[in-house]
């Protein structure tokens, strides 16, 4: 069973750095489309990051441009997802995804906030304030 599971989130102060992990249980990552999404409060979910192996370079949302890095470590199967020069704005729940035969482009899954990825973790709070 296909399984996701999001930690490092937490409070840290604006411009400090926090990693998020996505472990992934019950398939590979290697085929996979997957993404990290987010819902600020009172806000609809969007995408921060989308990547998928067969449809080129990840994409990141402007907001977070040059600040956050996705990657993934085939050996434990897990994504990580780096943030850097945290501000306020970033706070919220984020979550991880992903989503077998994808072939839609990584934008195109995260303007659509991921509707098109079928597994999705719990989420972890992150939290950027004085």
């Known amino acids: 069973q296909a399984q996701l599971v999001e930690s490092g989130g937490g409070l840290v102060q604006p411009g400090g750095s926090l990693r998020l992990s996505c472990t992934v249980s019950?398939?590979?990552?290697?085929?996979?489309?997957m993404g990290w999404f987010r819902r600020a409060p009172g806000k609809a979910r969007e995408g921060v990051v989308c990547a998928n192996r067969q449809t080129g370079s990840p994409y990141y949302m402007n907001a977070v441009k040059g600040r956050f890095t996705f990657s993934v470590d085939t050996a434990t199967n897990t994504a990580y997802l780096q943030m850097n020069s945290l501000k306020p704005e970033d706070t919220g729940v984020y979550y991880c995804a992903a989503g077998r035969n994808i072939s839609s482009t990584n934008n195109f899954v995260c303007n659509s906030a991921g509707n098109v990825l079928e597994f999705w973790g719990r989420g972890t709070l992150v939290t950027v304030s004085t």
């Open positions: 019950g398939f590979t990552l290697d085929n996979y489309a």
